[in-house]
T-cell receptor
């Protein structure tokens, strides 16, 4: 079993829909959680960074962490075609020289 | 957010030659830099972790004599692919951090002919 599980998709939704992206993990020591967006042939871009449990909102993006369920989510409201990309979750236990454990990435397609 | 540059963005070289890729953090000092490799439609594969002034730590299966990493300052790390072969063709991405959030460069597409 991988430490971080993420459905690779693709996930295809119509423009304007609310998108829900998720990752599950097995290591209860993880306490730093990140979501990255990667466009084709580009480096990943940090979208959201959360420490421990709770919600964090930034514009159309909301990140949720449920440590009791070992489950994290990224919600995108009012999705746009420009949101079409691969979304990667990443996390750390804080003791590994800043290394991140990555999900496989979910390819998201927003249809106009 | 923090900015990381990577140069070159694309390079084509002949088999047997060496290629150097530079990674710079432009507006912050990076205590740690990472080098990743990414195959098409795959997630990031960590190659090595480098801290300024010390030897890089390579992941299992990554040849340290083939992928030379130098982290000369808090803003610059270089990856040299020595004696490149076609199987080294890939997308190489660096990231830099001063905490737990990593900031990525735009990547370098290496093609070895």
């Amino acid at each position: 079993q991988k430490e971080v599980e993420q459905d690779p998709g693709p996930l295809s939704v119509p423009e304007g829909a609310i998108v829900s992206l998720n990752c599950t993990y097995s290591n209860s020591a993880f306490q730093y959680f990140m979501w990255y967006r990667q466009y084709s042939r580009k480096g990943p871009e940090l979208l959201m960074y959360t420490y421990s449990s709770g919600n964090k909102e930034d514009g159309r993006f909301t990140a949720q962490v449920d440590k009791s369920s070992k489950y994290i989510s990224l919600f995108i409201r009012d999705s746009q075609p420009s949101d079409s990309a691969t979304y990667l979750c990443a996390m750390s236990d804080g003791d590994s020289n800043y290394q991140l454990i990555w999900g496989a990435g979910t390819k998201l397609i927003i249809k106009p | 957010g923090a900015v990381v540059s990577q140069h070159p963005s694309r390079v084509i070289c002949k088999s047997g030659t060496s290629v150097k890729i530079e990674c710079r953090s432009l507006d912050f000092q990076a205590t740690t830099m990472f080098w990743y490799r990414q195959f098409p439609k795959k997630s990031l594969m960590l190659m090595a972790t480098s801290n300024e002034g010390s030897k890089a730590t390579y992941e299992q299966g990554v040849e340290k004599d083939k992928f030379l990493i130098n982290h000369a300052s808090l803003t610059l790390s270089t990856l040299t692919v020595t004696s490149a072969h076609p199987e080294d063709s890939s997308f190489y991405i660096c990231s830099a951090t001063s905490g737990y959030e990593q900031y990525f460069g735009p990547g370098t597409r290496l093609t070895v002919t």
